[in-house]
C-alpha cells in the first residue's frame, strides 16, 4: 500500500531542475533527489525519487541564479539548531528556517524563510540504487 512508504530526501547528490517565485514563496523542483525509501517490515532501501517539489514559505529575497543542477551539499536549520541533510517527503515545518545549499557550479547559497512544504508531485517515482 503507497500510503505506507516514507521517504527521506537527501541534499547532497541531488538534482535541481527549476526555481521560482510565487510572491515571496520561493518554489524549488528537484529533476531527482537522493532518497532512502521506508516500508514497514523492511530494510531501507537507498535509491533517487522524481517528482520532490521544496517550497519556503515566506523566504526573504533571494538570488535563484545559481539554483540549478547537481547540489554538493546542503542542510536545513531549524529554529538554530544544527542542520539537517536530509529532510522527509513529504513533510511540512512551521518554524523559521534556513536552507544552506552548495550547488556543483557555485558556492554556498541561502534562503530564509518563516516555513516551509516538501510535496510529492503527481507522477513520482522511485528508482533503486544499484550501487552496493
Known amino acids: 500500500m503507497e500510503s505506507q512508504l516514507a521517504f527521506e530526501m537527501e541534499f547532497a547528490d541531488s538534482e535541481i531542475r527549476q526555481t521560482h517565485w510565487k510572491g515571496d514563496d520561493l518554489h524549488v523542483l528537484f529533476s531527482a533527489v537522493a532518497a532512502i525509501r521506508h516500508k514497514p517490515g523492511q530494510a531501507p532501501v537507498s535509491g533517487f525519487l522524481q517528482g520532490v517539489e521544496l517550497v519556503l514559505l515566506r523566504c526573504e ?21 544544527a542542520p539537517s541533510p536530509r529532510i522527509s517527503v513529504p513533510s511540512r515545518c512551521e518554524l523559521a528556517l534556513t536552507l544552506e545549499l552548495e550547488p556543483a557550479q557555485a558556492g554556498t547559497l541561502v534562503f530564509r524563510a518563516q516555513s516551509m512544504e516538501c510535496r510529492l508531485r503527481a507522477g513520482n517515482a522511485f528508482r533503486e540504487s544499484l550501487f552496493c
Do not use: H, K, Q, V
Open 61 to 81: 529575497p533571494a538570488s535563484t541564479a545559481a539554483l540549478f543542477g547537481r547540489i554538493r551539499s546542503g542542510g536545513l536549520r531549524l529554529a538554530g539548531l
